[in-house]
Structures are given as structure tokens and as C-alpha cells.
């Protein structure tokens, strides 16, 4: 049986005008969970979170190794001395961003193609910096009956280009990573299948209309 394996964000979904970096929306987060909890903190001890937030952002820090959600939020909130469950913050942070997610009208057909051929599919994505796994599957929902196999940065605990995560596909599947197909829409998945030694399907949008997003396969 031949496994493809997706990327997610930019590939198969995006959140609807969020940028690169998503630093500029950590106040709207943190402002949140100041409104749901009435706490008494003060704008320099929020811009030191946003700051601690910032430096944990593989987009501006470059970084292989993923943290837990629990595990940043818990860091970052310790200059509040606030008692509150992080688990609570987190939820109320990510609800204070007002995600919206997208799923881009080609993603179904294609998927549904595939399995109609009988190929296993995976997903590899890397989780937005702090983003709770639970939060992240919850968004692409309609997605996940689609796929055989489930990988995400917090469950292999490295963010690509690290090609741990094809491994443990190439495992569950028992197919040899060199003969995983892996599609994604920017550099870094290009070098995670590199280092993987696999194939690379690379993912162009194009839109051209504001309601139509075609998926071009490059190379």
C-alpha cells in the first residue's frame, strides 16, 4: 500500500488573515484571559509575556524541539503570580484570537482521490506555537476521517524540517520512509522529506478569485 502524507497549514487549511507570525495577536490572547478572569496585571508584565511568548516562536527562534502548550503557557504566565489552571488560560487565549479556519475548497476532492485509490494517508503538520493539539483537531475536524494516521508536532515532539515524524508514519505503516510521498506548501516540508530521503510533492496556491484557491502540484 503507498502512503501519502500531508502537511496541513497552507496545504490542506489555513486561519483566515493570519499572518506569518502571529505575534501581534498574543495581546488579544493574553487580553482575554485578563477579561474572563478579572486579573490584576499591568502592561509591562503583559509585554514581558508577549516577549517570553515571542522567544518561543520557531518562526522568529528558530527551534526542532516542541514544547507542550501546558508547558509555554505555564513559563509565560509565571510573571502574572496569578492561581489559575493553565489549562483554563490556554483555552481562553486561543478563544481571545478568534480563529477562523479555513478549509480550502480542493482539499476533500483531493483527498477523497486518493483514498479512492487505496492509498494509506498520514498527516505532518507542526502545531502553532502554543496551540493544545485538542484546539488544532478541533479546527480541521472535517479533515480527520480522511486520514489513517494522525502526526503532529506535538505528538512526535519535533517540528520540521526534524523527519521524525515521517519515520514514525513510515513505521505505522510499515513502508519504507524513502517510499513516503509527502505534500506540503513551503520550504521547510520540502527539507523535511530531503532528510527523510522521500519523495516531494510541492503544494502551489493560486488564487484566483477571492472565493476560489486552486492546489497546483509543483514538483
Known amino acids: 500500500m503507498k502512503t501519502v502524507v500531508f502537511d496541513l497549514g497552507g496545504t490542506l487549511m489555513q486561519y483566515v488573515g493570519m499572518p506569518y507570525s502571529w505575534v501581534d495577536f498574543y495581546y488579544e490572547g493574553f487580553g482575554a484571559i485578563i477579561e474572563k478572569f478579572k486579573c490584576d496585571v499591568s502592561q509591562e508584565v503583559v509585554e514581558k509575556s508577549v516577549q517570553m511568548l515571542k522567544e518561543f516562536n520557531?518562526?522568529?527562534?528558530?527551534?526542532?524541539?516542541?514544547?507542550?502548550?501546558?508547558?509555554?503557557?505555564?513559563?509565560?504566565?509565571?510573571?502574572?503570580?496569578?492561581?489559575?489552571?493553565?489549562?483554563?488560560?490556554?483555552?481562553?487565549?486561543?478563544?481571545?484570537?478568534?480563529?477562523?479556519?479555513?478549509?480550502?475548497?480542493?482539499?476533500?476532492?483531493?483527498?477523497?482521490?486518493?483514498?479512492?485509490?487505496?492509498?494509506?494517508?498520514?498527516?505532518?503538520?507542526?502545531?502553532?506555537?502554543?496551540?493544545?493539539?485538542?484546539?488544532?483537531?478541533?479546527?480541521?475536524?472535517?479533515?480527520?476521517?480522511?486520514?489513517?494516521?494522525?502526526?503532529?508536532?506535538?505528538?512526535?515532539g519535533y517540528r520540521k524540517p526534524n523527519c521524525k515524524g515521517l519515520q514514525m508514519i513510515s513505521e505505522k505503516f510499515t513502508t519504507p520512509i524513502t517510499e513516503l510521498i509527502f505534500i506540503g506548501d513551503e520550504e521547510k516540508d520540502r527539507k523535511t522529506a530531503y532528510n527523510a530521503n522521500c519523495k516531494f510533492i510541492w503544494i502551489q496556491h493560486i488564487r484566483n478569485t477571492k472565493e476560489s484557491i486552486s492546489i497546483t502540484p509543483l514538483s
Open 58 to 156: 520557531p518562526r522568529i527562534n528558530y527551534r526542532e524541539i516542541e514544547y507542550s502548550a501546558e508547558y509555554i503557557f505555564t513559563k509565560v504566565l509565571e510573571p502574572w503570580h496569578i492561581d489559575l489552571a493553565v489549562q483554563s488560560c490556554i483555552e481562553v487565549f486561543w478563544s481571545g484570537l478568534k480563529l477562523k479556519a479555513e478549509i480550502y475548497p480542493e482539499a476533500i476532492q483531493i483527498l477523497h482521490s486518493f483514498k479512492k485509490k487505496g492509498y494509506a494517508i498520514a498527516a505532518l503538520t507542526d502545531l502553532p506555537n502554543a496551540m493544545p493539539d485538542k484546539i488544532f483537531k478541533r479546527d480541521i475536524s472535517e479533515l480527520l476521517g480522511y486520514f489513517d494516521y494522525y502526526v503532529s508536532s506535538s505528538v512526535s
